[in-house]
T-cell receptor, first 115, second 115 residues
Framework: AQSVTQLGSHVSVSEGALVLLRCNYS??????LFWYVQYPNQGLQLLLK??????LVKGINDFEAEFKKSETSFHLTKPSAHMSDAAEYFC?????????????FGKGTLLTVNP | DVKVTQSSRYLVKRTGEKVFLECVQD?????MFWYRQDPGLGLRLIYF???????EKGDIPEGYSVSREKKERFSLILESASTNQTSMYLC??????????????FGPGTRLLVL
């Protein structure tokens, strides 16, 4: 089964600084990859996803991620952090079970934005 | 907009009680999912359903069962609640047509405390 590893359970940045959240996947075939965000006391919502079209994927709120096959990575970036970006971020990969598909999530990275 | 609602935001139950968590989606989605979320462990799939009356075990089905009698409703049942089932439970749904690439839409979660 495919899995993802998120490096760093907690990342802290200053407002206006670059955000970099790391995700590596384990797969021998090109996977479908996702980044979800969870704001406090809410469910998850999709930020962006890679489905084998463009390797640089743009999402909501100026987030983007680049699929790098050579590094088996799908890191999430944002050029300038905003206080409202404080949340927990989850990387996920699709796994198939017969004809059905399910997501396997990483353990999450909590992003703190300091004023 | 897709809306996924969960019957309770907070629930307190006693050990041994039978607990029902309900989830309703309003977008005619084929697939529905139940996850539990624990700090440091991310989201883990309990059960999912790809059609009415159909279900598949996820990664951690022990101690849980599910019911899907109508397309829009997916219930998670704890047959005999135990303290190690204290957790946040998240329901999600997806369209069911673009295999493996689909966005999952999440409810706000139910925080269950078993005493």
């Amino acid at each position: 089964a495919q899995s993802v590893t998120q490096l760093g359970s907690h990342v802290s940045v200053s407002e206006g600084a670059l955000v970099l959240l790391r995700c590596n996947y384990s797969s021998s075939v090109p996977p479908y990859l996702f980044w979800y965000v969870q704001y406090p006391n809410q469910g998850l919502q999709l930020l962006l996803k890679y489905t084998s079209a463009a390797t640089l994927v743009k999402g909501i709120n100026d987030f983007e991620a680049e699929f790098k096959k050579s590094e088996t990575s799908f890191h999430l970036t944002k050029p300038s952090a905003h206080m409202s970006d404080a949340a927990e971020y989850f990387c996920a990969v699709t796994n198939s079970g017969g004809s059905n598909y399910k997501l396997t999530f990483g353990k999450g990275t909590l992003l703190t934005v300091n004023p | 907009d897709v809306k996924v609602t969960q019957s309770s935001r907070y629930l307190v139950k006693r050990t041994g009680e039978k607990v029902f968590l309900e989830c309703v989606q309003d977008m005619d989605h084929e697939n529905m999912f139940w996850y539990r979320q624990d700090p440091g462990l991310g989201l883990r799939l309990i059960y999912f359903s790809y059609d009415v009356k159909m279900k598949e075990k996820g990664d951690i089905p022990e101690g849980y069962s599910v019911s899907r009698e109508k397309k829009e409703r997916f219930s998670l049942i704890l047959e005999s609640a135990s303290t190690n089932q204290t957790s946040m439970y998240l329901c999600a749904s997806s369209l069911g047509e673009t295999r493996g690439q689909e966005t999952q839409y999440f409810g706000p979660g139910t925080r269950l405390l078993v005493l």
